[in-house]
């Protein structure tokens, strides 16, 4: 007897049809996209700009217009990504905004939490630098009645 070299011959019509992967492709294009908006959106946060951008010069300057400060009240630093404020204190020598609206109107507008500014309101000379975090940024601050209110706000990495 000799081998046999192919199966039994079965009519077409009974050959099992492989069902057609239509969903591989359009798996493997939403794969692909999801991995790089995943790998833009993470460059973008990881960055400091886009959605997790913190404190912006252009922020800045947007405060300082809409709240008309004077220069001794404000120094702008790395690169407009913080700011220091200061208020007048009671010794003739110490530079600073004598302003106090001025002073609020800024830290509203780089979005200090009334939160955060209460404890700033609250603190006192005995208190040392005190500071706060909320979204992307942070605050730190001193006050003596001799220079005044010293409050540094800089983003979070």
Known sequence: MEP???GPMVPPEML???????WLLPACIGIAAGTVLGLLI???VSDGGGIASGLTQKKIDQAVEACAIDSEGFTV???GSAISLNTKG???TDTGTSN???YY???NELGVPETTQEKMDRTRAMDGTQSDTWDSLKASWSYHPDSGVNVVIEGVN
């Open 4 to 6: 046999q070299t192919q």
């Open 16 to 22: 099992r049809q492989r069902p057609k992967k239509s």
């Open 42 to 44: 993470g460059s973008a």
């Open 77 to 79: 630093m790395n690169d």
């Open 90 to 92: 009671k010794d003739y």
């Open 100 to 102: 106090i609206f001025a």
């Open 105 to 107: 109107c800024m830290l």
